[in-house]
């Protein structure tokens, strides 16, 4: 699978794969009310979303983001391409109101194919 091999690569470094077990984990496998989210909404939250840079991952992840945040800015977009510049990393900073909404736009960044990682 490209995500294994992007870790295994060393692209992506053990700290992020393991905060990404770790927040998927606790956010998005195990049930838990609105109330008792460690998030007090709403607020600013960082999503990492990586591909590779010949796929329009950038174009469509951003177009996941605009559909679940309407008012999201490019300025608060920010991509980095890895060494080879085969993939490509970009981080939304988004303004979610809840957490019905942060999980919707988590779903959906995950069901595209062109996108290998969310964290």
């Not at 609105?34 to 990492?48: G, H, M, Q």
């Not at 950038?58 to 559909?67: F, M, S, T």
């Amino acid at each position: 699978m490209a995500e294994f091999d992007a870790v295994r690569s060393g692209w992506i470094s053990k700290l992020h794969w393991t905060l990404w077990v770790i927040f998927h984990g606790l956010l998005y496998d195990m049930p838990m009310q609105e109330t008792e989210s460690p998030l007090k909404f709403p607020c600013d939250f960082p999503i990492k979303v990586m591909g590779r840079s010949d796929s329009g991952f950038q174009a469509k992840a951003l177009g996941i983001v605009r559909h679940h945040v309407p008012d999201f800015e490019t300025d608060n977009m920010r991509s980095t391409a890895s060494r080879n510049g085969n993939y490509l990393s970009v981080t939304f900073t988004v303004r979610v109101s809840s957490r019905g909404q942060l999980d919707d736009l988590y779903r959906g960044l995950t069901a595209c194919k062109a996108v290998l990682m969310v964290l």
